[in-house]
């Protein structure tokens, strides 16, 4: 059964007014702003990769006030440890003066955790995050411990200044949802931002979303409906993206050395259930998947030598991919077409 | 599913269905006006009729069977509903509520839909559709139209050009008719088969119309000379008897012999004017004038009543006048049928000239001049020419000559039957062969005759294969190489 619109209403006030806060507090960024509340909502990590001062850890860190979630931030370093993020057991003098190990757990432990400049970490360190990324739980000297609900990774990373980094290994980049490019404002917003906010800095949020109401945003989630139709396009287009697939389409052939993996699928659905969620529908239109698929699939595309030769982007690639795959088209007779 | 959006299904399936259908007709037209086009030529082609009506109904008929089938199956290649309205929201960006619409109701959320757009369906081939429906239907209208004046030019039998062949043996038909008096029977026949030769000319059968108009030519031909022989020896006849005349004119007292000759002279000119009434007419009129001795008077010729000497010269020259008379009108005769191709018409011509009868009377004379006992008799033998089969100058000329029927060559086995003197000579006379026999041929020779070419050995025929005309030339080029 569809939600009605009353029904709705609420989630859809909650949705408008984050984003309109986020959008206060930090200026030209809309289009991010909305990407990264559609990873909120779809309970998706997030990387976000810009320049240094663009604004990224701001949001974050806005973001975590904003709904009122426990906040951590981890600047990674190439000499932190896995340790120094999941945590660890420590001998410690109990209360009847014996002693015995106490886990002492990590930053990981956050409802929101920031990880600030992460491809700086070794690999040995970003790989301590895999499980956390994907299981939502740490496991340590044989003891899982589940990290607390809600759990969002937003971590962050320089595309430059790429001496003494470790790029992110695949699988943990797929346990990214989105891969969000935060660039630079233009000219009226860096005046608005050097006129209205003193040494630059973002104002406080004025208001925090309540638990309930959070609550209310992801039970809305779990019913907003995807059609058969929407769930195929969804489908047709992480299989045409993959090279030698039998819907591949001739650039994904030419260009892609490995395609994305079903985990794309599942949150390319989600995300589109939150676009449909903020575009106030019960329902996820086709436009909500189109909307939400290069964010999705640009970070799962690995693109091969030729690519790179011929400087093609994954970005590039997607944009492709949804010209070629049409949504629900039906298959009209030979020497037939449609038009509006 | 609500209103609206039924309504927007059914409006892209009928825009689908119908254009489908459209295509089909138009290339179902295509299709049966090029087959009932190519049936229709054919059946002109190889039957007797071209059947176009029934085949243009048969197609018009089979047209609609298709149609209807068509009709029948289209709906089954028509999208489902569902993908049209999976479509139709991608289309509009319906954001996923008409398919959940669809799928499981959304009426609540009907007023916050977008607008349905209902695409437009083109038709992206019907130019080309179009064009082969055009050339198909222009096919068939050349093949019901245009085709039937060439199945007729077709279909008539080709025609021989032999308008110089029969233009040639109508003027010589025209000129037997004339001039030569034949008998009308023989040339109404000749008429009717040149007739029929014209009509049934075909040239898918050219031997058969060429030989046909070689025996028409050999029969006309066969005609002349039967003419030109009769009248040849009526000449002769007439000739020898004026010569004859004159010497017995110059015969003093041989009174006997002058009434005998007499007798003989009436019963022949009696003949003469039988067989030519010009000359009858005028004999009666110079009887009656007393120019000539009438038949009577000559009939009743006695040793004493003979004729006078003058009477004698007197009918001499009369006889000698028509004889030439006669000649130069066979003359002009032959050369008018010479111009048209008469080809028997030049050995006439030449027989006439060369026909030495003082050499005749000479070598009759040397030869039996005792048995011949007079000039009278010489004139009767000369005039009768009843000798024997083969021609004047040989073959059984030395044979007993006699007026009886009793003249038998012992010698030689065979019987000959005696014939009057002033008998006309039989078809199978010498003078008849002489004139429309070709040249002599040896045995074993290869020869081109008289137009005809017979290959190997043996003697050629008139009969044989003919050669076509428009090809003899070359054929005597190539045997006189």
Known sequence: MLLTPEEMAPSVECTKRILDELDRILLGHHDVHK???????????????????????????????????????????????????????????????QRELTFQPGAIFANIVLADEINRASPKTQAAMLEAMQERSVTLLGVTRPLPEPFFVLASQNPIELEGTYPIPEAQLDRFMFKLEVSGVDAEVLTRIITERRRGEPPKPTWSLKKEELDGLFATMERISLSQAVAFYVSNLVAASQPGGDGAIDEVTNYLAYGPSPRAAIAMAEAARAAALLAGRPTVGFEDVKSVAPWVLNHRLLLNYQARLEKITSLQLVETLLEKVQPADIKLPKGFSSES | ????????????????????VGRWCVLTIASISFLVGV????????????YAGELLLGGIVVWLLL??????????????????IAWLDARSEGGGLM?????????????RRSKISVPFIRWNTWGRE??????????LLCAVFAPQKMREANMGKKILDIQDETHKIENQLEILENTLEVNSEKLKEMKDILADIQQYNDAGEASKTYEMLDLLQERIDREISEYFNETMEHVISSEKLAEALEKLSQLENHFEEVATAS?????????????????????????????????????NASPQNPLTPEQQKKL????????????????????????????SCENVSMASAEFDLKALEEWLVSNGGEECGSAFTIAMQCGGMTGGNGEAGRGRGDAPLEFTNTAKEVEHNVTDLGVDGMAKPDSTSVVKRTLVSPENVGDGDNAVKAGNLAGGNGKVKASSRPIHPQHRKEVENYFKK
Not at chain 1, 63 to 88: A, C, H, M, N, Y
Not at chain 2, 317 to 340: G, R, S, T, V
Request: charged share 25%; with cysteine.
């Open chain 2, 263 to 299: 007798s003989e002279i009436a019963k022949f000119m009696a003949k003469l004017a039988e067989e030519d009434k010009e000359l009858s007419a005028l004999f009666k009129q110079l009887a009656e004038t007393g120019d000539l001795p009438s038949l009577s008077s000559l009939e």
């Open chain 2, 130 to 139: 179009m064009i082969l429906a055009f050339c198909g239907g222009a096919f």
């Open chain 2, 316 to 343: 001499a020259e009369f006889l000698k006048k028509n004889a030439d008379k006669i000649k130069e009108k066979l003359k002009q005769m032959a050369e008018q049928m010479k111009k048209n191709g008469c080809s």
């Open chain 2, 99 to 111: 398919v959940a619409a669809a799928e499981e109701g959304a009426s609540v959320w009907q007023a």
């Open chain 2, 39 to 50: 049936l229709l030529l054919l059946c002109r082609s190889f039957a007797e009729n071209s």
């Open chain 1, 35 to 97: 990407l990264v509340l559609i990873g909120i909502l779809s309970k998706g990590h997030i990387l976000l990769e810009g320049l240094p001062g663009v604004g990224k850890t701001a949001l974050i860190k806005a973001l975590g006030v904003l709904l009122d979630l426990e906040f951590k931030r981890i600047q990674f370093t190439p000499d932190l440890l896995p340790s120094d993020i999941l945590g660890g057991s420590i001998l410690q003098m109990g209360a009847n003066g």
């Open chain 2, 1 to 20: 599913m609500d209103e609206e959006l039924a309504r927007a299904v059914k409006a892209v399936k009928a825009g689908i269905y119908w254009r489908l």
């Open chain 2, 67 to 84: 149609l209807v089938v068509g009709m029948c199956c289209y709906p089954k290649h028509l999208p489902s509903s569902e993908s049209i």
